[in-house]
Nanobody, 113 residues
Framework: QLVESGGGLVQPGGSLRLSCATT????????MGWYRQAPGTQRELVAA???????VYVDSVKGRFAISRDYAKNTVYLQMDNLKPEDTAVYYC?????????WGQGTQVTVSS
């Protein structure tokens, strides 16, 4: 099970840190990702992290977002800095590639002045 939190309303240039609480051993041995879906668009993978800590990002968030994972807390994080209005979306965590059964409710991020 995956539970996202940490979203909210923030002004352009602001920061948020999203958290994904995981339960189940499987989430400690697979690649994890953060996805987002804005209204009228397809869900996209924005960041992923392997079990070795190696990470990848979609070009639009490189240099602004950072994904990390804390095995002791069974949590995956997404630090988002210098947020832009185009980052507005519902953010989800899941495995990479995603496992259909594990999509959660997501957490809304709104970037607006």
């Amino acid at each position: 099970q995956l539970v996202e939190s940490g979203g909210g309303l923030v002004q352009p240039g602001g920061s948020l840190r999203l958290s994904c609480a995981t339960t189940g051993y499987i989430f400690t041995i697979i690649r994890m990702g953060w996805y987002r879906q804005a209204p009228g668009t397809q869900r996209e993978l924005v960041a992923a992290i392997g079990t070795d800590g190696g990470s990848v990002y979609v070009d639009s968030v490189k240099g602004r977002f950072a994904i990390s994972r804390d095995y002791a807390k069974n949590t995956v994080y997404l630090q988002m800095d210098n947020l832009k209005p185009e980052d507005t979306a519902v953010y989800y965590c899941n495995a990479d590639p995603a496992i259909k059964e594990y999509w959660g409710q997501g957490t809304q991020v709104t970037v607006s002045s």
